[in-house]
């Protein structure tokens, strides 16, 4: 599952080793009016699930249950999985995530509060292998799509030939790493979750790339985002070249007029900001990359006069930034 299909409910079923379907269980969840232990333990009767709750006075009985359940914590609720005595730790999932805590900072940190789960004989969503066909079919069309967009581009390689240039194959990876990137760096100014973006992000700076896209600087005067810059950019660059390969003299010539930005970005990070977004630079070094390839493969030449294909190519970026501009904001209404 990713991370944004990760609830209590969800987690606590896979545990537990209870056949579900991951929107279903999701969308039951989430119409609960209050997300309470209550709640959720009527939940899990839906699903063939029992449960008790319980109040401890004495927080050392916590490590005596039996694994798993859910445990109130005053950071909120967590399902432990593990408790390691030895060690003394004890492992948890929250939010999807798994998590180690020393036991003593477990017992200071939960209330008492608990909820035992058990799992009744033949216990399974309900209408189970009907959810399992719907939901087989909607990743169906997803690997269908990516199947079909695949093999569309090996074709338009091939009948271009593209394939016998290896600054091709350099540009073809570099754009689609570039896509990559500036799709993390999207998520992450709509505040959509990324356990991938968050560790990129952290390996220069933990918080660095936050810090950045809260920043002034982010936008381009505060109508388009970078992030939403870069995307097109990849985007419309590997497009282009694959569709048409004689634009890719004009693309030489804007990645060159992209160049110096990469020169302000990284200047901005270290003198103003005052914090790195590892991403951020990772995208600077793919326009980096990008222009060694570009040069290498001989790709930049004389390109003057321009024609009125360099301008429907640059009207081509310009039509896909506006259309992702406008759509974005929807994905942002909807995690609010």
Known sequence: ????????????LSVLKVPFTTDYTKQRFEAMPFKTLFGVSQLLKEYGVESKGYQLEDKTKLLTLPVPFIAQT?????IVTNIN????????????????????EFEE???????LPEVQAGAEEPDYRT?????????SKKWLLW?????????????????????????????????????????????IKNHVADKVCGVLQEG????????????????????EVGFTYFGVSLLAMLISPATIHWLALINICCLPFTVWSISYQKFVAKHWCTLCVCVQASLWLLFICYLLGGWIGPVFPLDLGFFALGATF???????????????????
């Not at 790339?209 to 005067?221: E, G, M, N, P």
């Open 74 to 78: 005053q950071g909120g609720l967590i």
């Open 85 to 104: 005595t030895a060690a003394g730790s004890v492992n948890y999932l929250t939010q999807g995530f798994a998590e180690t805590m020393p036991a003593s």
């Open 318 to 336: 310009v039509m896909v930034l506006l259309a992702l501009n406008r759509v974005l904001p929807h994905f942002t209404n909807k995690q609010d």
């Open 131 to 139: 959810h399992l066909t719907t939901e087989i079919i909607k990743v």
């Open 147 to 191: 199947g079909l967009a695949g093999v569309l581009a090996a074709y338009l390689i091939v009948i271009h030939g593209l394939w016998r240039y290896w600054s091709f194959w350099g540009l073809f990876a570099v754009d689609c790493f570039g896509i990559w990137l500036t799709y993390m760096l999207v998520q992450k100014s709509l505040s």
């Open 109 to 115: 940190t939960a209330t008492g509060v608990v909820l």
């Open 1 to 12: 599952m990713k991370a944004t299909d990760h609830t209590l409910v969800t987690d606590l």
């Open 208 to 227: 660095g790339c936050d810090s950045i896209l809260k920043t002034s600087a982010s936008s381009f005067f505060g109508i388009f985002s970078w992030s």
